[in-house]
């Protein structure tokens, strides 16, 4: 490790130190808390306390959430200061999430209030079946806050009902007037059709508060309950949820490669993987084909395994720089693949 980088891992050390101190010092950390809404949707509400103290951690990369399921967020430490942010209330985002309705989705998902700004976008955001919520420079309306869970629902309820399968996405976008591939990096923000459908969520799902401008972003497009048929098809996708009849399915590791932690997650095949509670196993091999390393147990969520692999083999020993090969199953459903460690 070079001198400048063992300087950062030491700054970032002292900060989530500092952090966890003054928490400590302050109150006894906060656990998650959980609520189920009217509509079937399972939230789990991360305090920043309870991320401080259980997901924080610093290297000579940067200061990190690590959580199992959602993965990992930088938090930028340098150009905001965290004690001059204003975190996001969990009794706002609660009442968000309760305001939902007319629709019926059976969804669990995470919702991080960051105690620091996310590195890479300054701003709140949705991954798959996770929401971090970015703190504020000065308190925010209701209205505001409103807004921004809801619609930042509607990208997981996209991830959840229409991700993979062409068929919905070119439906939805016949309907919408959309071109289907209207998205990406060379397509403004307004008017990516991922930005599109969730606006649409959130002015057709939402409550008083988050539809009380009575706009969407993209004021070029009709409003949604303008739209005839719309909100019927997308009640029908949140309903049931497309799934596939294959055996073998997509696998990832997060991330790859890796350092310490590298989480492998396998998409299941069928609803019996999803309800039955199939144990995820995961299997590490070297490329002479020798098992490394074999865990049995994860967490299955979303119709997804998810099991993590501490970079140890079977002797407890720290394995070798270089590239592994993996396979993961649960159930009837199984993957495969490559994964590099390093030193």
């Not at 009709?222 to 098809?233: A, I, Y």
């Amino acid at each position: 490790m070079t001198q400048h980088l063992f300087t950062r891992w030491i700054s970032n050390l002292i900060i989530v130190a500092i952090l966890a101190l003054i928490m400590a010092s302050v109150a006894p950390a906060k656990a998650a808390l959980s609520v189920q809404t009217s509509t079937g949707i399972q939230a789990v509400i991360h305090t920043p306390e309870e991320i401080i103290e259980r997901y924080l951690d610093a290297d000579s990369d940067g200061t990190w959430l690590r959580h199992p399921v959602a993965g990992s967020v930088e938090l930028d430490t340098t150009e905001h200061p965290w004690d001059s942010l204003v975190p996001v209330s969990s009794d706002v985002v609660m009442a968000a999430l309760e305001s939902m309705d007319h629709f019926q989705a059976n969804l669990q998902v995470e919702i991080f209030l960051l105690p620091g700004m996310p590195a890479d976008v300054m701003s709140s955001f949705a991954r798959r079946d996770a929401i971090f919520m970015a703190p504020t420079l000065a308190e925010p309306a209701d209205e505001t806050i409103h807004y921004i869970v809801t619609h930042e629902m509607g990208h997981v309820l996209c991830w959840f009902a229409l991700d993979g399968q062409v068929s919905r996405w070119s439906q939805y976008c016949s309907l919408r007037g959309l071109d289907l591939d209207q998205d990406g990096a060379q397509v403004s923000h307004a008017q990516r059709n991922r930005e599109i459908i969730a606006e649409d969520f959130r002015f057709l799902f939402g409550g008083h508060l988050a539809t009380a401008s009575g706009t969407i972003e993209n004021g070029d497009l009709v409003l949604p309950n303008q739209v005839h048929g719309l909100q019927e098809l997308l009640v029908s996708y949140l309903a049931t949820p497309q799934e596939t009849v294959l055996v073998e399915q997509p696998s990832r590791v997060y991330p790859n490669p890796c350092r310490a932690q590298a989480r492998v997650e396998l998409t299941l095949a069928s609803s019996a993987d999803k309800s039955m509670g199939a144990e995820p196993i995961l299997e590490v091999y070297n490329l002479r084909g020798q098992l490394v390393k074999r865990i049995q147990g994860g967490t299955v969520v979303n119709g997804r395994a998810v099991i993590e692999w501490d970079g140890q083999g079977q002797d407890g020993r720290r394995v070798s720089a270089g590239m592994y090969l993996y396979r993961v199953s649960a159930g009837p459903t199984k993957g495969s693949g490559r994964m590099v460690i390093l030193n």
